[in-house]
C-alpha cells in the first residue's frame, strides 16, 4: 500500500516492496497455499525464492512438523488445565500457521514481543514449553531469560507490548543495528497482539510513535475474529491492516491459516524494517478454534456453524494434503512426527507435575536491579512473618 506520508520511508518505495494490491478493488488477502492444499500465485509475495526443490520441500514439511508440535503443546496445556495443573491457559488452536509463519520468518538478532498466546513463536525461538507451563501454574512469573531467546516474557496487559516493541526498535536505531547492509547485523522487532488489542490506546500510540520515529518494527496482528465475546464487526468498520495507512506506513492482510504466505509476508515486512524503511502493519486472518482461555466458554456467544465452517481451513490439514498429494511426504513421515508429539506430551505432563513451588521470599529478588530500602523493609517484614509459621521459607 501506498502512503501519504513525507517522512524517511515513506513514499514509493513502499509501492515496491507491498504493491497496490491491496487497495483499488484489488485481491485483499495474501493466500499462496488454499484450505484444499493448492499452490497458488501472488503478484506481490511468494515462497521458496532462492530455494532448491528439495530445500523448499524440506522447509514446508519442517513447518508440518512445528505446526503439529505446537498443537500438541495447546492441547496438553489445555488437559493439564482441566485436571487442576494450571491456573488458566490461554488456548492457540487454529493460529498455529499464523504463529509458525513468523516464528520462522525471524532471524536470530530479532526481537519478539508477545501477549500471552504466543506458544508457536515461543517454540520457534527455543523456549522450553515447560517455561510457559511454570507460567500458568502460577510457580514463577515466566522462567526464561529474553537475554537467551530474543523473546520477551508474556504480557497480560492487552496491548502494552507494542509500545514496549516500539521503544525497543528505536533503540535499535540507536545502537546501529539498523540499514547497515550487513545481514548478520541488522534487526528488527515484531510485537504480536490479537483483534481486540487492536482498539487499546497503547496500540495506536506505538503506531504513532513507530511511524513519526520510522521504528523498524512489524505489528502481527492475529485477527482470530473475537475478542473474548465480542466479534470483530463491533471493533472496526474497515479491515484492519487498512488503519496502517492513516498512521502513515503500509499493511496486508495474509491468510493466517497459510503458512506459507504467513512466512513469506512476515519475511517482507521483517526485512523492510531492517533495511530502515520503518513499520509494517501484518493483520493475519484466522480463527480461534478453541476459547478465549480455559476459563471462557464461546457456545455462549458464537455459532457452532462458524467453527465447523473454520475447521475446512485447518492450517496443518492444508498442507498435509499438499505434502501428501505432491510426493513430499510418506507415511513413516507423519508417523514420526506423530511420535515426536507422543514424547512431547509426555515430556509436558510428567514435567508439569515436577516444577517446583516457589520459596515465598523469592518473589522479591527481581523487583529492582538493586535492592531499594523500601523494599529490604518489605522483604525482612514477611520473613519474619513467614518464620511464625514452621518450615515457611
Known sequence: MTSTGSGPGFGPDLVEVFGPSQQDGG???VQLLTPEGERVE??????GDGMSADEEAETIRGFYRDMVLTRRIDTEATALQRHGELGIWAQLLGQEAAQIGAGRALRPQDYVFPTYREHG???CRGVDPLSLLGLFRGVDQGSWD????????????IGAQTLHATGYAMGMQRDGVVGTGDPDRDAAVIAHFGDGASSQGDVNEAFIFAASYNAPVVFFCQNNQWAISEPIERQTRIPLYQRALGFGFPGVRVDGNDVLATYAVTQAALQRAREG????????YTYRMGAHTTTDDPTRYRLSDDVEHWKLKDPIARVQVYL????LADEAF???VQDEANDL???LREGCKALPDPAPLSMFDHVYAEETEELRAQREGFAAYLDTFEGAR
Open 146 to 157: 529474553p537475554a537467551d531467546n530474543n523473546f520477551g516474557l508474556y504480557t497480560i496487559v
Open 27 to 29: 485481491p485483499e488477502l
Open 345 to 347: 506430551g509426555h515430556h
Open 334 to 336: 507423519f508417523e514420526a
Open 324 to 327: 501428501k498429494r505432491n510426493g
Open 121 to 123: 513463536v515461543a517454540y
Open 42 to 47: 501472488h503478484p506481490e509475495f511468494s515462497f
Open 277 to 284: 524503511q520503518g513499520p509494517t502493519l501484518v493483520e493475519a
